[in-house]
């Protein structure tokens, strides 16, 4: 087992900002990954080609840090109570730490509507990874729609590959996005970043208040249904870009339980993750953006190697930025329209094939578990429980260790996390 003073889950934005940062003070810093490279969600693929200036500094930084990068490995559990346990090729990999940083982002939220299982209807990010590791985009025409302000980046990103995005739909009415201009329109770099976008998707419609209701077509997607609320239509297209938001990957800090300190706490005096053995930042323990994952990043590394007075430094900054994170919350909240999207024969899980039919007359996520199986195929829950908790209120969704499919080797290896007393 390879022991670190300082293991970090996650080489996103917040991962490498607190691995640059934990390794200025000479301690041993191990960065962990699924993927082959670093950069996350918002970088992959970016080391040798950054496209922002944000991209460049932070891969310049990174460069000149001194880490060990354990790529293509994911994170499924705890091995003991200091390490966790990984698998890389079906083989289990044991991490120690004496200080751990929990950067594990966000991923899509997916909603059920008719269609949405057909081929070529993919979340927005989905789509976008899927063009930047080669899926050719070139010719063809999509629409964009769901929610949140990664529809935008992913509409200009799609259209600087070629393809004709037909449509950004975003679900969250005009009224509501005035509070989210404004926060933009104070911040310089956010003000840049929106301008850039403006001029990056020039030409495409943004429709605010319209929302998916339909995915049509028959071997694949061939077109989709659009409602603006009063009225409805139907745009031809070859994909369909979708995603309502993000949703934080806390299901690693779940399984940590009780010992571990979000830097979510709003405590203006990090004396407490001083303490904290394992701390959570970035997208994982709620959606702020790319400023606040790094400016969490920074002071979970310093924090995690004993540089107090630098981490305190940045607290400001931390706080101004999540601030940000309730305007966006607030402004891209979804309409209560969206659920009621789903038909009877809509498939809610899809790795167990359940329809909402046979969910709907349940009152929460463990009996609607026990006795349909939804939650329980390879995602783990990842899609649906996100969509039960908004569709029917659901709160009790958890998950059990090891984190997704796993082989038998890494398996007898997981630890199930103890009971809680009380
Ligand atoms: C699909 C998607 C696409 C996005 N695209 C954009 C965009 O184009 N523009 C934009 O401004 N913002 C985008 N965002 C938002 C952006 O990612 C955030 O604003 C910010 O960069 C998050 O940084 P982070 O370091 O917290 O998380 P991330 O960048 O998500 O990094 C987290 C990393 O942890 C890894 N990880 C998670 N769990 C494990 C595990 N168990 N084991 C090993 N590794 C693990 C992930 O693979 C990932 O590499 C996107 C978000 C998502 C979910």
Known sequence: MEMYDVLIVGAGPAGMAAAVRASQSGVRVGVVDDNPDLGGQIWRNEKLKPKSDESKIWFERIRSAE????????????????????????????????????????????????????????????????????????????????????????????????????LIAEQAPLWRLGSFGLAVARDAVKRRQALALRAETKGIPYRTGTWPVEALGHEHLESIRLTNGRSTWQVVCDYLACGFGLVPNSELAGFLGSGIQTCDDSDPHPTKPVQARVVSVGESIGIGGLACALVEGEIAGLLASGQVDKARELIPKRTKDREFATVLAHSFALRDELKKLATPDTIVCRCEDVKYSALVNYSNFTSAKLQTRCGMGPCQAKVCGAATTFLFGWTDVSLRPPLGPVSLATLAKVQQPHPKVG
């Open 67 to 166: 880490f060990d990068f354990i790529a293509g490995t994911r994170i499924v559990g705890q091995a003991s109570e200091n390490s966790l346990l990984g698998e890389r090729d079906g083989e289990p990999i044991e991490l120690g730490y004496h200080h751990l940083i929990l950067a594990t982002g966000a991923r899509e939220l997916f909603l059920p509507f008719p269609g949405w299982t057909l081929p070529n209807v993919m979340g927005a990010g989905g789509l976008q990874a899927l063009v930047k590791s080669g899926l050719p985009i070139e010719g063809k025409t999509v629409v964009v729609a769901g929610s949140g302000p990664l529809l935008v980046a992913v509409a200009a990103f799609l259209k600087s590959r070629g393809a004709h995005v037909a």
